[in-house]
T-cell receptor
Framework: LAKTTQPISMDSYEGQEVNITCSHNNIATNDYITWYQQFPSQGPRFIIQGYKTKVTNEVASLFIPADRKSSTLSLPRVSLSDTAVYYCLAWTNTGTASKLTFGTGTRLQVTL | EAGVAQSPRYKIIEKRQSVAFWCNPISGHATLYWYQQILGQGPKLLIQFQNNGVVDDSQLPKDRFSAERLKGVDSTLKIQPAKLEDSAVYLC????????????FGNGTRLTVT
């Protein structure tokens, strides 16, 4: 499994765009990138997933450059409720259910 | 759809006692996971089931932890005897069988061992 590295913490003001970059230098050909969000006293929640280029959903965008050695989660116009821990995971798609290995994540603090 | 249900929400026990956690996954999800999350850390996979068979239990401390998923639906995770270092949140997750299916987590059981 590819090892991922992401900042321990980030701070932002409400209304700003937040970009969290994740490094995964030894990513394998069959590896996908997935981001989860975790609020206190809750389990992690799936945000977005991609293989290369750009993926966008109603919550976030995920940018993965051509070499796939890094990826960036972009949260547009964050609010106080986006304060959470964000996990970047690289996992191998074997065709059956994945095994996810979580790191320590990035703790995002949003203030007024 | 209903989410992953876990109980109890909180549990306090003394060391050397036993404890059990229960999980009811989302209907139709063939794969079920148990994770342990120690305060300040990311979740750590303990065991992964596919239907009622174990796919991966390499990080399960088998001398004290056990898990079962009878009939391929509900699952129970047991600790016997508990140690102080077992204090953590125990998260259950489930997913469809397809490799790119995201995991859906319950809100966990917070265990405190005194």
């Amino acid at each position: 499994l590819a090892k991922t590295t992401q900042p321990i913490s980030m701070d932002s003001y409400e209304g700003q765009e937040v970009n969290i970059t994740c490094s995964h230098n030894n990513i394998a050909t069959n590896d996908y990138i997935t981001w989860y969000q975790q609020f206190p006293s809750q389990g992690p929640r799936f945000i977005i997933q991609g293989y290369k280029t750009k993926v966008t959903n109603e919550v976030a965008s995920l940018f993965i450059p051509a070499d796939r050695k890094s990826s960036t989660l972009s949260l547009p116009r964050v609010s106080l409720s986006d304060t959470a821990v964000y996990y970047c995971l690289a996992w191998t798609n074997t065709g059956t259910a994945s095994k996810l290995t979580f790191g320590t994540g990035t703790r995002l603090q949003v203030t007024l | 759809e209903a989410g992953v249900a876990q109980s109890p929400r909180y549990k306090i026990i003394e060391k050397r006692q036993s404890v059990a956690f229960w999980c009811n996954p989302i209907s139709g999800h063939a794969t079920l996971y148990w994770y342990q999350q120690i305060l300040g850390q990311g979740p750590k996979l303990l065991i992964q089931f596919q239907n009622n068979g174990v796919v991966d239990d390499s990080q399960l401390p088998k001398d004290r932890f056990s898990a079962e998923r009878l009939k391929g639906v509900d699952s129970t995770l047991k600790i016997q005897p508990a140690k102080l270092e077992d204090s953590a949140v125990y998260l259950c997750a489930s997913s469809y069988l397809q490799g790119d299916s995201p995991l859906h987590f319950g809100n966990g059981t917070r265990l405190t061992v005194t």
